[in-house]
T-cell receptor
Framework: AQSVTQPDIHITVSEGASLELRCNYS??????LFWYVQSPGQGLQLLLK??????LVQGIKGFEAEFKRSQSSFNLRKPSVHWSDAAEYFC???????????FGTGTRLLVSP | GAVVSQHPSRVICKSGTSVKIECRSL??????MFWYRQFPKQSLMLMAT?????????EQGVEKDKFLINHASLTLSTLTVTSAHPEDSSFYIC?????????????FGQGTRLTVV
């Protein structure tokens, strides 16, 4: 069965600094991988996804993620964090695209002035 | 992206009562809807998948008689927690997809925090 690990529960980054959120997955076949963001009181918003092809995926809001099969990782990055990026971030793996997603426990991003 | 509205956002109910949570797709027809549950500091766990016109498919360990799912129309799915108990207190979130294929994006509602007292 597939699983997702987000080792960092909280991360604090200074505004303007770079960000990397870690995600490791376990899945036997080629995974479908996702990053979602959730702001307080709001639903999950898709930041980016990887289905196949180029392993460096560009998403919305300036985020990108790199799929590394050898490390079973799909880390999320942003070169310069804005205060509005403070939120909860979830990594997920899908056995069949968007169907039946398995989520990590989330990483809460705090942005300091 | 498409809009999925979930109602209520918060609900408190007494132990033994039932509570209904609605998930609506506002600007598209949702062929498939998903219900997730999230315990504090844990992952979102898929509870069930419902396709319009057929019965919901429940994940292993989810009591179908406890969590009744009705995909009443192409824009509405409901989750009823029957005879709720404090251990049912959780964050419930739905997502809706306009297709049955895996590549069709599923959009999430804002979630419902259920507290059973």
């Amino acid at each position: 069965a597939q699983s997702v690990t987000q080792p960092d529960i909280h991360i604090t980054v200074s505004e303007g600094a770079s960000l990397e959120l870690r995600c490791n997955y376990s899945y036997g076949a080629t995974p479908y991988l996702f990053w979602y963001v959730q702001s307080p009181g709001q639903g999950l918003q898709l930041l980016l996804k990887y289905f196949s092809g180029d392993t460096l995926v560009q998403g919305i809001k300036g985020f990108e993620a790199e799929f590394k099969r050898s490390q079973s990782s799909f880390n999320l990055r942003k070169p310069s964090v804005h205060w509005s990026d403070a939120a909860e971030y979830f990594c997920a793996v899908g056995a069949g695209g968007f169907q039946k997603l398995v989520f990590g426990t989330g990483t809460r991003l705090l942005v300091s002035p | 992206g498409a809009v999925v509205s979930q109602h209520p956002s918060r609900v408190i109910c007494k132990s033994g009562t039932s509570v209904k949570i609605e998930c609506r797709s506002l600007d598209f027809q949702a062929t498939t809807m998903f219900w997730y549950r999230q315990f504090p500091k844990q992952s979102l766990m898929l509870m069930a998948t419902s396709n319009e016109g057929s019965k919901a498919t429940y994940e292993q360990g989810v009591e179908k008689d406890k969590f009744l799912i009705n995909h009443a129309s192409l824009t509405l799915s409901t989750l009823t927690v029957t005879s709720a108990h404090p251990e049912d207190s959780s964050f419930y979130i739905c997502s809706a997809s306009g297709g049955r294929g895996g590549n069709t994006e599923a959009f999430f509602g804002q979630g419902t925090r259920l507290t059973v007292v």
